[in-house]
């Protein structure tokens, strides 16, 4: 085993940890009736963040997590390390607007990217989101340029919230335009014109803007220079949608609009800008398919859709006669999935083939122009440009490939090297393989496993499985300071690709749903065994790793198997199943869960595997860290709360079970970085603890 490891064991043996004395959590009797079942609920009271009792039960456990994890050896090593190794200069890749070439930029461990701009080579700070706040908690949320360039609306979060605000300036002299819009939430910003712009919320919750339910999102334009009460109602009144979208087309000819009941499926909608009958015609009549505008020329649509077409296609269609009967194929389905990016006069398609990406170029037409050649295996992403840009950019990474941007010629296919990092780590000595292992029932489901070359694989390796499986989200290769500090200590790192996730397309999505979602715990699990196998690691050296979707898998794993792992981490997760969508947002999900309510067997399979109903008396659990943030306004804290609360009263043995609840902060977009490596020193140090004692 590495040195550095070694170190670590005879450092711990100086260190005594006592017996963990948790604070007393409260229980109220609330029982439930499903179905004739009785569910009993006794940490209710933990729902209310407005409560006193829950700020007390925060920082009293908060005091214990702390007091456990200051004690760990190996954190000042390991917090040393990654301040060194993050802090390098990131450049993002730069795009026009206007008269201004801009991109984001962070000179190494600034708590959030600046906003750069660039004209005739002198460069300038445009926005500088690290001066909203002294510790980094106000960030960046999201830009939105008017065609022209000469307008911005930008969009602030505070303490990582989905709740946002919205200010307009003028790019040229960043002068403030307007009030600020405030309570914005699950929105693009849409240009019409230098007039105004489209924008999607809810009402604001009248008790908790943290915890009460959103669930009928709507459509506003917002007029520049007049007060947001005035904005209109454009979609969204007459019908119950959970989450509306609109955006304008490039010309600004069309207003297209994007409405789902959950967050799988859509119906869409067009209005022609140019006449005056603010007519709006349905394109789409179901929703078990996704449809996006993705380009027009005139009155000619071009549609990425996954109707007929799991692994998604390309179609054209006239906007006077939209209708999917007269849908045309531009890029037909392929065996892989795809994606669609647009610039410089042409679409990228990105293929998404066992969890790496291929490009091909093709003219609007629907003619194959070339694949393009990147170096090795990964993630590309970028291809998006103006119709006049004869070069636009893209980024490349793997697990042990830190990102580069390339600059790509429409007309020659020719890339070239723009940027790439200066940072102390060399990937040649690592390796990055991929297998595949089979699941419970037969399914091939791919693996991603990285470790320093010349480890030896002999079962006692510390190892972190990482998993997600939900949403038809996809976990694509790519680089992580965190992970890099950890396979430097002679760590493994291992990422499976679960069905439930959008690797595989549309069918791979809908296996690991509703009344399927055990397939998603039983690929995981099989994961940790195929590892396990391959002596890679052992069940003493294995820790299991997954935020929000991810922490539910985490948490029904390790209450189904908790003599397979060692440490279980699970963040932000959804962890009450029977609960979830009385929550913020949460009815949105339900095309993945289901809810109690709908069926009886619906109910049952929900209570069988939600993890805060599955901790039993009397049974050894993983040492365990759960994550939270107590302002996570998506997955709220309670969840974590409340597993907690039952891992604690009927855990038994030596292992921990702790609660880290990060302050002002939320599901986990816009941390600073000065949090983000708090964090993984705690978790990096809690796991190490826990696997070498």
Excluded at 508 to 521: C, E, S
Excluded at 608 to 614: D, L
Aim: proline share 3%.
């Amino acid at each position: 085993m590495k040195k550095i490891l070694t170190y670590f064991i005879v450092l711990l043996s100086l260190y005594s940890f006592g017996q963990i004395q948790y604070p007393e959590t409260q229980k109220i009797n609330v029982t439930d009736i499903y179905f004739d079942t009785k569910v009993e609920d006794p940490y209710r009271w933990m729902e209310d963040d407005t409560s006193p009792d829950i700020k007390n039960w925060i920082t009293s456990q908060n005091k214990v997590t702390s007091s456990y994890l200051e004690q760990i050896p190996q954190r000042k090593v390991l917090k040393k390390r990654l301040e060194d190794l993050w802090n390098y200069e990131k450049i993002g890749t730069p795009f026009k607007e206007g008269d201004y070439t801009y991109f984001y930029k962070n000179n190494g461990l600034q708590n959030q990217y600046v906003l750069y701009r660039k004209k005739n080579n002198i460069e300038e700070v445009f926005i500088d989101p690290n001066k909203f706040s002294n510790d980094g908690t106000v960030s960046l949320a999201g830009i939105s340029f008017s065609e022209d360039g000469s307008l911005l609306a930008y969009s602030i979060s505070k303490g990582g919230s989905d709740w946002r605000q919205v200010i307009v300036i003028e790019t040229e002299n960043k002068n403030i335009i307007g009030d600020t819009l405030y309570d914005v939430k699950f929105s693009g910003i849409s240009w019409n014109g230098n007039h105004g712009f489209y924008y999607s919320s809810y009402e604001r919750p009248k008790n908790s803007i943290l915890s009460d339910k959103t669930d009928t999102h709507k459509l506003f334009y917002h007029k520049l220079n007049t007060p947001q009460k005035r904005d209109k109602v454009i979609f969204g009144e007459k019908e119950k949608f959970r989450y509306v979208n609109g955006y304008v087309t490039k010309d600004q000819n069309y207003l297209i609009i994007s409405a789902s009941k959950s967050t799988s499926g859509n119906n869409l909608f067009i209005r022609d800008l140019n006449k005056n009958n603010n007519k709006i015609t349905q394109i789409t009549f179901n929703f078990e398919s996704n449809s996006y505008v993705t380009h027009n020329i005139g009155s000619k649509l071009y549609i990425t859709t996954n109707w007929n077409a799991p692994n998604k296609k390309l179609i054209i269609v006239d906007a006077n006669n939209p209708h999917v009967e007269n849908w045309v194929d531009c890029i037909p389905e392929t065996e892989n999935v795809l994606n669609i990016s647009k610039g410089g006069g042409y679409f990228f398609a990105n293929y998404f083939s066992d969890a790496n990406s291929k490009i091909l170029q093709y003219n609007y037409d629907g003619e194959l122009i070339r694949e393009v050649k990147f170096a090795g295996k990964g993630n590309v992403s970028g291809f998006r440009g103006k119709e006049n840009q004869k070069e636009i950019y893209y980024n490349f990474s793997n697990y042990i490939t830190p990102r580069s941007s390339f600059k790509y010629n429409v007309n020659t296919g020719k890339s070239t090297l723009y940027w790439s990092p200066k940072i102390d780590f060399d990937s040649k000595n690592y390796v990055s393989e991929q297998h595949f292992y089979s699941s419970k029932d037969g399914t091939r489901i791919p693996i991603n496993i990285m470790y320093k070359k010349g480890l030896k694989l002999d079962g006692k390796n510390p190892t972190i499985l990482y998993g997600y499986g939900g949403f038809n989200i996809s976990l694509k290769p790519s680089f992580s300071v965190i992970n890099a500090v950890w396979l430097e200590q002679g760590g493994i790192y291992a990422v499976a690709n679960l069905r439930g996730g959008g690797e595989y397309g549309k069918d791979w999505h809908d296996a690991g749903t509703k009344l399927k979602k055990q397939n998603v715990f039983d690929d995981f699990i099989a994961a940790a065994e195929f590892l396990i196998e391959k002596q890679y690691t052992s069940s003493q050296h294995l820790a299991i790793s997954g935020r929000s979707n991810g922490g539910l898998l985490v948490g029904a794993c390790m209450t189904q198997k908790p003599e397979l792992f060692k440490v279980a981490l699970p963040a932000v997760g959804v962890l009450d199943m029977l609960r979830y969508h009385t929550f913020t947002a949460g009815a949105g999900w339900a095309y993945d869960y289901g809810t109690a309510e709908q069926s009886k067997e619906m109910f049952q399979y929900l209570y069988n595997y939600s993890p805060v109903h599955n901790v039993r008396e009397n049974i050894e659990y993983p040492a365990t860290l759960i994550l939270t943030g107590d302002h996570d306004d998506r997955v709220v804290p309670a969840h974590s709360f409340k597993f907690a609360a039952h891992l604690q009263d009927k855990h038994i043995g030596e292992n921990p079970t702790l609660i880290r609840i990060e302050t002002n902060a939320g599901h986990g977009s816009g941390t600073p970085t000065s949090k983000k490596i708090e964090e993984a020193v705690d978790i990096m140090g809690f796991i190490l603890h826990n696997i070498l004692k």
